[in-house]
């Protein structure tokens, strides 16, 4: 007796069709898995909060300053702890002699949008976290702010940290 094919005729399906049909069941897996190990790499990597620093009184925030290729970076390196809201976090920049380039800029301004006016893209590590973080950091132009370069960072109306693109 013949088993049930599904086919009018009775007849099973041509071999090509078969190994067709085991391609794509072996594609449908495969991608399965690849989507499985991005999930899992994806939520290993996108904290959902700041690290916490410890101790009785908040330490100063710190930044470090490096440069690759054409642009500087300026990472908000420790102790950012998420007290700063990124939309109350400015950005004032003077070039090496000391002349303003624009004014306190808002850290949720500074983006890809805004680039060939500012020169300078707030690059926001932890996307779905209001504050800042330690890791979020300014990109900034090396041919519009050369060697000597200063920066200011605020919040609000107080300044938080200062330095020069070096």
């Known amino acids: 007796m013949q088993e049930p094919s599904g086919r009018k005729d009775g007849s099973s399906p041509p071999e090509s069709m078969k190994d067709v049909l085991a391609s794509l069941s072996l594609v449908v897996a495969i991608l399965t898995v690849y989507a499985g190990l991005a999930l899992v790499y994806w939520g290993e990597t996108l904290p959902l909060e700041c690290r916490r620093f410890t101790g009785t009184a908040p330490p100063e925030p710190t930044l470090t300053v490096t440069h690759s290729g ?31 380039r624009f004014g306190m800029m808002r850290f949720t301004d500074l983006t890809m949008a805004n680039w060939a006016t500012f020169h300078v893209v707030f690059q926001d590590i932890h996307p779905g976290i209001p504050g800042t973080c330690d890791g979020d950091r300014l990109l900034i132009d090396r041919t519009s702010y050369g060697l000597g370069s200063a920066f200011a960072v605020s919040f609000g109306n107080v300044l938080i940290a200062t330095g020069f693109l070096h």
Do not use: I
Not at 71 to 82: K, P, Q
Not at 91 to 97: A, G, I, S, W
């Open 70 to 100: 054409r642009n500087w970076t300026v990472e908000l390196a420790e102790r950012w702890g998420e007290r700063f809201p990124k939309s109350q976090m400015f950005l004032r920049m003077r070039d090496p002699y000391g002349v303003d």
